[in-house]
């Protein structure tokens, strides 16, 4: 007679060889999600222009108040993750052009001046902030 182990005990070895088994495949499979994380902790990825112009292009025009931009260009002149502040040239359909000056908040949405133009002023959201999506 062979003294081999009872099969209960084999399946139960071998579930618990199995279960580590595939621990180690998730834990070591989410490494990566992990180091991007900490990448972007450290190193958070910049807020880009083309994001910013997206929404500001919609500003209205600063002395009517109305309408809104046909496009727009922007250069952030602050450092940091957003940016700010962002000085905007908005061109309107009519051939206008004005320049706004915006800051962009951590929600997504922003807030404008028009430089030279008493109260003039634009707001609006939603420029895709990194990481966001």
Known sequence: MTDAPPAPALLTIGAVLTAGV????????GRSADAQFIQDQ??????????VERVVKTAPDPKSGKGSG???????????TL???????????????????????????????YPGVRGAAASG???????SR
Do not use: M
Not at 22 to 29: C, D, E, F, H, Q
Not at 73 to 78: H, K, M, P, S, V
């Open 83 to 113: 940016g700010n502040p962002w000085s905007c040239v908005v061109r309107f359909p009519s051939g206008k052009r004005a320049r706004l000056s915006v800051v962009v908040h951590q929600d997504g949405s922003y807030e404008g001046t």
């Open 70 to 80: 046909s496009s727009a260009t922007c250069t952030r002149r602050g450092s940091g």
């Open 125 to 131: 959201c939603c420029i895709e902030l990194p990481g």
């Open 42 to 51: 450290r190193h958070p990825p910049a807020l880009q222009a083309a994001a």
């Open 22 to 29: 595939i621990g180690a495949v998730v834990s070591l499979g």
